[in-house]
């Protein structure tokens, strides 16, 4: 079991945890629902222990991933990033990257689940190229700083000035942390990187500055609100990258990359026999993996589950096949015995 570096952390550990596909996580820190506000409306601290970073050094570290992930590497300069996708030949999903680049380096904020097949995958088509992905220099622990008073709380920094995916280097509780401009949920936030024997202590001065600590319940709620699609629940070697909405992490106008035929070939299609939808649900939660059926045929299947807060119920995301991904289409989700109905809906979901 990953223990995230706050796990011992007593004012960042959380009421209830959760184990989250091996990885020890806070489930929420006594309100679910008030750390879904914060999220929202306010500032909320959020232990992202799920994802982890990758360092690519070496002179052929942006031509080498260039060749292997979906978006434009080439043209970034230090303090710029980038979304990206790792894909098979086939065009299926490995992982999805976040990409910071540096002077010397890339940085690759990745799921610490499909952390080792992202880099085997990587490793095995290095021929002649100068690359190596390795650890970072010290043990990094990421930390999600979500919401529209996230700038308020790094307030007196650089942060609040960049652009989406853009990165600089910040003083917090004087440990020099690099803030990313992105978020989890697609709002207003940050990522950041923080030395992971000093995370305890750039958490207590983020909620001294107004930051809520939030847990997974609330995240996950947002995050399928949204429709965020989640490696290893949502995407994964059997997802074609077309069939989730990932499009900020394509680019269309690069050359070729690993799967790039099969994304083109799509594209050019203009459809896929099924995509990734928001489900509004009533009835028993489900779990993930039973299927959604239409008039008595299978037409998909669930993927996540999450509590829609701003609505007071449930909600899911989940494949559909194309004659029935239509907003307001209404399907049964079966588990077991017990039956609820999902209603096609279109993003944000709330």
């Known amino acids: 079991m990953v223990q995230t570096a706050l796990h011992d952390h007593a004012p960042a550990r959380g009421v209830a945890e959760m184990e989250d596909r091996g990885v020890r996580l806070p489930a929420h820190y006594g309100d679910a629902a008030a750390e879904y506000r914060a999220l929202r409306a306010g500032a909320a601290i959020v232990d992202l222990g799920f994802r982890t970073l990758v360092r690519a050094v070496g002179a052929d570290r942006v031509t080498f991933l260039q060749g292997m992930l979906t978006n434009d590497l080439a043209g970034l300069a230090a303090g710029q990033g980038c979304p990206a996708l790792l894909l098979t030949i086939q065009g299926r999903v490995v992982a999805d990257v976040r990409v ?3 002077a010397d380096a890339l940085l690759l904020d990745v799921d610490v689940r499909v952390r080792d097949a992202f880099v085997g995958a990587l490793e095995k088509l290095v021929v002649a190229d100068e690359i190596e992905l390795v650890p970072p220099v010290e043990p990094t622990a990421l930390l999600g700083l979500e919401g529209p008073g996230a700038e308020t709380v790094l307030g ?3 942060a609040p000035a960049l652009e989406p ?31 992971a024997t000093r995370a305890a202590a750039v958490w207590d001065a983020l909620v001294a500055a107004g930051a809520r600590p939030c847990g997974m319940e609330a995240l996950e709620g947002r995050r399928v609100e949204v429709g965020v699609p989640r490696i290893g629940l949502d995407m994964d070697g059997s997802t074609l990258a077309l ?4 499009a900020e992490a394509i680019s269309e106008r690069k050359g070729c990359y690993l799967g790039q035929e099969v994304v083109a070939r799509g594209t050019a299609r203009g459809h896929v026999n099924r995509r990734l939808v928001g489900l509004l649900l009533d009835g028993p939660r489900p779990r993930r993996g039973v299927p959604l059926v239409y008039e008595g045929r299978e037409a998909g299947h669930v993927t996540s589950v999450g509590r829609a807060f701003a609505l007071g119920r449930d909600a899911a995301l989940g494949f559909v096949r194309r004659e029935h991904w239509s907003v307001g289409t209404t399907l049964e989700v079966r588990d077991g015995s017990a039956t609820a109905v999902a209603t096609v809906t279109a993003w944000p979901l709330a």
Do not use: Q
């Open 100 to 102: 910071a680049a540096l």
């Open 156 to 158: 007196g920094t650089a």
């Open 165 to 195: 995916f853009a990165h600089v280097e910040i003083d917090v509780a004087g440990v020099a942390v690099r803030a990313v401009r992105v978020s989890e949920v697609r709002g207003p936030g940050f990522v950041l990187h923080v030395p």
């Open 243 to 246: 069939e989730v909405p990932v």
